[in-house]
Nanobody
Framework: QVQLVESGGGLVQAGGSLRLSCSAS????????MGWFRQAPGRDREFVAA????????NYADSVKGRFTISRDNVKNTNYLQMNSLKPEDTAVYYC?????????????????WGQGTQVTVSS
């Protein structure tokens, strides 16, 4: 089992940047594919980005491709989401997630472990 804690959210102007961190407990962090999801007010939670256990492969939602970068440090047990060129439509609560298995997934239902979320607000 793994416990996840996100940090790094906040208020930023459009065009700005933020880096979210997701710290994981336990010694088995490197065995979990990881993902980031977000939920805007009144909307369903949606996929943002995912990364393999080794960090060698990543996947992004079309809406963030070229602006966001997911990465991980398996020594520090931490997953990151670097967000650049932020837009007001990126405003949401961002969640870190981990899943058992070999590969990451774009599906929320396939992740077993979730953090509490961190708020990102982008002003215009």
């Amino acid at each position: 089992q793994v416990q996840l804690v996100e940090s790094g959210g906040g208020l930023v102007q459009a065009g700005g940047s933020l880096r979210l961190s997701c710290s994981a407990s336990g010694r088995t962090f490197s065995t979990y594919p990881m993902g980031w999801f977000r939920q805007a007010p009144g909307r369903d939670r949606e996929f943002v980005a995912a990364i393999t256990k080794s960090g060698g492969s990543t996947n992004y939602a079309d809406s963030v491709k070229g602006r966001f970068t997911i990465s991980r440090d398996n020594v520090k047990n931490t997953n990151y989401l670097q967000m650049n060129s932020l837009k007001p439509e990126d405003t949401a609560v961002y969640y870190c997630a981990a899943r058992r298995g070999t590969w990451p997934s774009l599906k929320e239902s396939e992740y077993e472990y979730w953090g509490q979320g961190t708020q990102v607000t982008v002003s215009s």
